[in-house]
């Protein structure tokens, strides 16, 4: 779910910038400093809203630029458990398919796409009984099992800080297909 968050902490003023804009100074600075990382509680960031208070500042011996505790908005990702989304298929691998749910992917596991065999073809995952075929750009509805907890260093490796892995198993969920202006649910069940 995406949530709203206020956050506080210390800025800092170049006397260069004492001419300019405090709030969108310090919002630049505070998005360089949060957004893509994780933060216990609130989840992933995506974006600073807007600086919302700017305390008084402060200035130190030996140090050209002002401090200032400024309080901002921050927009937040955090999947939860038995959340129900809709996604786009980003990846096919044998195993299973990687699912864009917003800022993040979630898996689905082969056993997981629904109560059919699946068989890994040339970039598509096609049911046996059912017919049932899932490529890249297809839309697809499934509901989160299990959600880790953060792996920051995850991120120096080049994987996800959180992983999710999502099932479409159950009735109502599986690929989207538009008919229209209707959207209909393909059974995959």
Do not use: C, W
């Not at 990702?77 to 993040?104: K, L, Q």
Request: net charge positive; no cysteine.
């Amino acid at each position: 779910m995406f949530y709203i968050a206020e956050m506080s902490d210390i800025g800092y003023i170049r006397p260069l910038d004492l001419k300019g804009d405090v709030k969108e100074i310090l919002r630049r600075q505070f998005s360089g400093k949060y957004v893509g990382k994780y933060i216990e509680d609130l989840g992933l960031v995506l974006d600073v809203l807007e600086v919302t208070s700017v305390g008084l500042g402060k200035s130190f011996i030996g140090s050209p630029h002002i401090y200032l505790k400024a309080g901002f908005k921050v927009l937040t990702y955090m999947p939860i458990r038995d959340e129900i989304i809709e996604g786009e298929v980003e990846n096919i691998v044998d195993y299973g398919m990687f699912v864009s749910i917003g800022p993040i992917n979630g898996f689905v596991h082969i056993s997981q796409l629904g109560n059919d065999v699946f068989i890994h073809r040339g970039g598509i995952l096609q049911g046996k009984k059912k017919k049932v075929k899932f490529s890249i750009g297809d839309v697809v509805r499934a509901k989160v099992t299990a959600v880790s907890k953060p792996n920051l260093a995850a991120a120096l490796r080049g994987e996800p800080i959180v992983r999710v892995s999502l099932t479409m198993r159950q009735p109502g969920l599986g690929k989207l297909v538009e008919e229209g202006e209707k959207v209909a649910k393909v059974q995959s069940v």
